[in-house]
């Protein structure tokens, strides 16, 4: 923030959307988004598995019964599309759609409350929506892309990758057009998957940041303000949990791919 007087709109919004950082170029590290993704993983999968070792055989009741319905909805969307055999997919599929989804609902608080408190505490920059950093989100496609080359290893063997590789889906005489293709095809699904998450949360988050400025800018504007803000949230719990949902599924299907014999 500026050091003396309010801040402009531009030192406002680049404020709100500057990493905390440590370290130089490379080896930079996004200490709000390792710490917050860090603890919002830490307190929702510790609740889950407090909650596992609480649940009863009978009849569900509160967060027992809500956390249930989300697992028995991940593992039908798994059913459906992953029909190979792996202990792996669900537990996959569960972590990956409820910790996007905790990390996309950061972005329902209101812009100001944390990275103020921040700033009055000493910490000059913090975000608190990890899937806004595009770090984040390639780290966690990048590692869905190395299980799924994993996956294709394990159900289909070195030589047969290799074959699918080179003989899909033009035939084995057009061998470097199909290697290509695959190339293209492989880098192209982790690029899409980091970019979707993080393209939708970032505009997300400009525009509660604009709206926040525009209640600034006047008086007379912030009811109005306040009011297309709260608009704005009620309707962004939805693209919290459908860009988790996409995710997720894509996650599935990526993997359900790598285990089919073409």
């Known amino acids: 923030m500026a050091d003396s007087g309010a ?46 070792r609480k649940a009863s055989s009978g009849v569900p009741s509160g967060w027992q019964n809500f956390v249930e319905m989300v697992v028995s909805m991940v593992d039908t969307q798994v059913r459906d599309t992953f029909h190979a055999k792996s202990n792996l997919v669900t537990p996959l599929a569960i972590t990956i ?14 812009v100001d409350f944390v990275p103020m408190t921040a700033h009055a505490a000493g910490v000059p920059y913090l975000k608190i929506v990890p899937t806004t950093d595009p770090n984040l989100t390639f780290a966690m496609s990048l590692t869905v892309f190395a299980i799924m080359i994993g996956f294709n290893f394990k159900f289909k063997g070195a030589g047969g990758f290799l074959k699918e590789a080179l003989t899909v889906p033009f035939g084995k005489y057009l061998f470097p057009v199909n290697l290509l293709f695959r190339i293209i095809e492989d880098i192209a699904k982790p690029v899409s998957l980091a970019l979707r998450l993080f393209g939708n949360m970032y505009a997300g988050e ?57």
């Open 7 to 52: 801040p402009t709109s531009t030192e406002y919004i680049v404020h709100h959307l500057t990493n905390l950082t440590v370290g130089e170029g490379f080896w930079t590290l996004h200490l709000d988004t390792l710490i917050v993704s860090g603890l919002l993983g830490l307190v929702v999968f510790g609740f889950m598995m407090m909650l596992a």
């Open 97 to 110: 759609f409820i910790w996007v989804f905790v990390m996309n609902a950061m972005d329902l608080i209101p």
């Open 206 to 262: 400009m525009v509660f940041i604009l709206l926040a400025v525009w209640a600034g800018a006047s008086f007379l504007w912030a009811p109005f303000a306040a009011t297309l803000s709260l608009g704005w949230a009620l309707f962004h719990i939805l693209i919290i949990t459908l860009q988790a949902f996409v995710f997720m599924m894509l996650t599935v299907v990526y993997m359900s791919m790598a285990a089919e014999h073409h």
